[in-house]
Nanobody, 122 residues
Framework: DVQLQASGGGLVQVGGSLRLSCAAS????????IGWFRQAPGKEREGVSC???SDEITYYADFTISSDYAKKMVYLQMNNLKPEDTAVYYC????????????????????WGQGTLVTVSS
């Protein structure tokens, strides 16, 4: 079975840091892009970051994505957190095809994990 397990969320004060983890299993990890998304209350889901064997894309300057392909893990280091970063964070996986890019809006995210809640208090 395919599994994407996000963890590491919690309550943090403004300016603090959190490291989210995404554990993947059940699919060919090296052939997939892994993305982080978030959805704040009352807002649409938005992309945060994605990674493949050749690309690392992050939309926010204080966030860094990394991976450990041997462990099939992807991490999202979030620093200098702000109240507007409060959201449920999800990781997703999509096939890393030759003519597709994980940072494009039309990228196909095939698998989704459950979310982990990040709350930034002021």
């Amino acid at each position: 079975d395919v599994q994407l397990q996000a963890s590491g969320g919690g309550l943090v004060q403004v300016g603090g840091s959190l490291r989210l983890s995404c554990a993947a299993s059940g699919f060919a990890f090296d052939d997939y892009a892994i993305g982080w998304f978030r959805q704040a209350p009352g807002k649409e889901r938005e992309g945060v970051s994605c990674i493949t064997l050749s690309d690392e894309i992050t939309y926010y300057a204080d966030f860094t994505i990394s991976s450990d392909y041997a462990k099939k893990m992807v991490y999202l280091q979030m620093n200098n957190l702000k109240p507007e970063d409060t959201a449920v964070y999800y990781c997703a996986a999509g096939p890393d095809l030759k003519y597709s890019n994980c940072y494009e809006s039309g990228f196909y995210w095939q698998y989704w994990g459950q979310g982990t809640l990040v709350t930034v208090s002021s």
